[in-house]
């Protein structure tokens, strides 16, 4: 069960128990803050990481600079070949690193193996970027004249991350902004760092075979201070920060302060409506995945299940049934299907959502415990919660980061539905489950769903990296990975070019000299 040492020395991570530097940072000021990790899976230490100091963290902005003067020179699908060679090298480690995160973050292998193959993915999609950067040609009002506009890379691109995706939403952020021209530098979550030491050893060989600066792809471990630091520099003109509603509101503010871009994929509150057409056995098991997988700590987890009165009472049976025999443990073993939370901090915020919405009229079904013998000891594992509330409920409202699935009852049409499932100040996921056409369409319509991301006889959790990602509200309006989402990381400019002999105006003004 004991995680394997050597699977952490394939991804460079030497000694259990020593100081782990953060790469690039080793030249500079000297931290005493050592922090150690703990595996949430068994309270186990895995490794132990050197915090960043603000001067490190310059250190890293200078190298970052100086490689974006090599790397915004080279051709696009140049840097794509590069790309292409960091998704084989991911392929090569995918089952390694998928263990890594899983042991480190408690998602069941299934997923941590899932997460490294979104990065491959998003490598994939980004090597055919590369050559897709377009931008139009419009047709100008003026003889011999052509217009176009074209896209540049901004410079460094900023990525802080969440701890419940320790890699992947990294990589669909480095690896666009990459084909694009930039350069990166990467805050992961202070809680999950070593999976993120473990991809940039795997950078590092690649860039190094390239001759190509490691400038290009950086990382900083460090916590919200580092965080706050990048909000505020003037020299990272794109911030893409994924996390809790509160830090992208301050993040937002810096940012917007000093007029740079952010983008930000924050909070959820994701519901699934299921009407009385339905089909309830592919229901059922999208409402399950959606809200016990990851233990409940996806930002598209399923929280809110919107329920016909004409089939809510089967749909609770059924629930209760499954919810009875969930298999809740080690997430490295093959059967599991829920995992622990993050820490033992996140458990206690499982616990206290669950006795305040209790205290606002919340109807606890099943689950809801802190688990604490044998296998569980470490405080981390909890049995996944079904509620009975209404939408209104304060509790409700919020974002708990864990398995709580509320159960809404409504009675009337699907628009009654629709409103309920708007009305919460999140914009993230959201799905139906019908087959009557009227409800789906009513459901996608301009007064449908209010999300960024809005499915049809699919959950809420799981989404492709050819979509564009992220959600409305406060849940930040960002969106990355697929579609066009590559254009944020990029600066359009109109070029209009004169290849006649005459200086005509626009509009036709006249203004002889
Ligand atoms: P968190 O907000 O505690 O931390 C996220 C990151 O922000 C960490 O790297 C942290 O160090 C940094 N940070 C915190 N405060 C900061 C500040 N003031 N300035 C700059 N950086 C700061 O979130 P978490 O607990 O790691 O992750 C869970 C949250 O992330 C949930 O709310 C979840 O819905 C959200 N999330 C959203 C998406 C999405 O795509 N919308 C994806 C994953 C997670």
Redesign the pocket.
């Known amino acids: 069960r004991y995680f394997p040492v050597a699977t952490l020395k394939q991804l460079g991570i030497e000694a259990v128990n020593n100081a782990w530097s953060t790469g690039l940072m080793d030249g500079g000021e000297k931290n005493e803050e050592i922090k150690k990790i703990h595996s949430p899976v068994d309270g186990n230490l895995i490794a132990s990481v050197r915090m960043a100091t603000a001067a490190d963290y310059n250190n890293v902005v200078n190298t970052a600079q100086e490689a974006f003067l090599i790397w915004r020179q080279m051709p696009a699908p140049k840097r794509g070949e590069i790309v292409r060679q960091i998704g084989n090298k991911l392929r090569e480690n995918k089952e390694a690193l998928g263990r890594l995160v899983s042991y480190e973050m408690g998602k069941i292998v299934q997923e941590g193996l899932g997460e490294v193959q979104e990065m491959i993915d998003i490598c994939d999609f980004a090597v055919g970027l590369s050559r897709q950067l377009h931008g139009r040609t419009m047709h100008s009002e003026r003889p011999s004249h052509r217009m176009y506009d074209q896209y540049h890379p901004l410079g460094i691109v900023g990525i802080?991350?969440?701890?419940?995706?320790p890699v992947a939403?990294w990589s669909w952020n480095a690896m666009l902004a990459a084909v694009c021209g930039n350069v990166c530098i990467w805050?992961?979550?202070?809680?999950t760092p070593l999976a993120a030491l473990a991809c940039q050893h795997i950078i590092r060989e690649v860039l190094a075979d390239n001759d190509l600066p490691e400038g290009i792809f950086n990382l900083v471990i460090?916590?919200?201070g580092?965080?706050?630091l990048?909000?505020h520099d003037t020299r990272i003109p794109l911030l893409s920060?994924?996390?809790?509603?509160?830090?992208?509101k301050?993040?937002g503010e810096?940012v917007g302060a000093r007029l740079g871009r952010a983008l930000l994929?924050?909070?959820?509150n994701n519901a699934i409506i299921i009407t009385p057409n339905a089909d309830l056995e592919m229901a059922i098991r999208a409402v399950v995945f959606g809200a016990v997988g990851t233990c409940g700590?996806?930002?598209?987890s399923t929280r809110r299940l919107i329920v016909h009165d004409s089939v809510y009472e089967e749909v609770k049976e059924r629930l209760l049934k499954i919810y009875a025999n969930l298999p809740i443990g080690n997430p490295l073993q093959e059967n599991i299907l829920v995992g622990p939370l993050?820490d033992k901090t996140a458990a206690k915020a499982f616990e206290h959502a669950i006795a305040e919405v209790q205290i606002e009229g919340g109807k606890l079904l099943i689950g809801g415990e802190i688990l604490s013998d044998g296998d569980y000891k470490t405080g981390t594992y909890v049995s996944p919660a079904i509620i009975e509330v209404e939408n209104h409920y304060p509790t409700v409202q919020e974002?708990t980061?864990g398995p709580i699935l509320y159960l809404i009852k409504y009675s009337g049409s699907v628009e009654e539905a629709i409103a309920l499932q708007n009305g919460v100040r999140q914009g993230?996921s959201s799905a139906i489950f019908s087959s009557n056409l009227l409800e789906t369409e009513t459901f996608l319509s301009a007064w449908g769903s209010d999300c960024g991301i809005a499915n049809v006889n699919i959950g809420t959790s799981g989404a492709e990296i050819g979509g564009a990602?992220?959600?409305e509200k406060e849940?930040?309006g960002g969106r990355?990975s697929g579609s066009d989402a590559w254009k944020v990381y990029m600066r359009r400019q109109t070029n209009t070019i004169n290849f006649g002999a005459e200086l005509p105006l626009a509009q036709g003004i006249k203004f002889d000299i």
Not at 241 to 248: D, L, Q, V, W
Not at 297 to 300: I, L
Request: glycine letters at 18%; charged letters at 20%; proline letters at 4%.
């Open positions: 802080i991350s969440a701890f419940n995706f939403v805050k992961p979550s202070e809680k460090g916590d919200a580092i965080g706050n990048m909000a920060a994924t996390g809790s509603t509160p830090m992208g301050k993040v810096a994929e924050l909070g959820g700590q996806r930002c598209t993050i974002e980061f993230l990602f992220g959600g849940t930040g990355e």
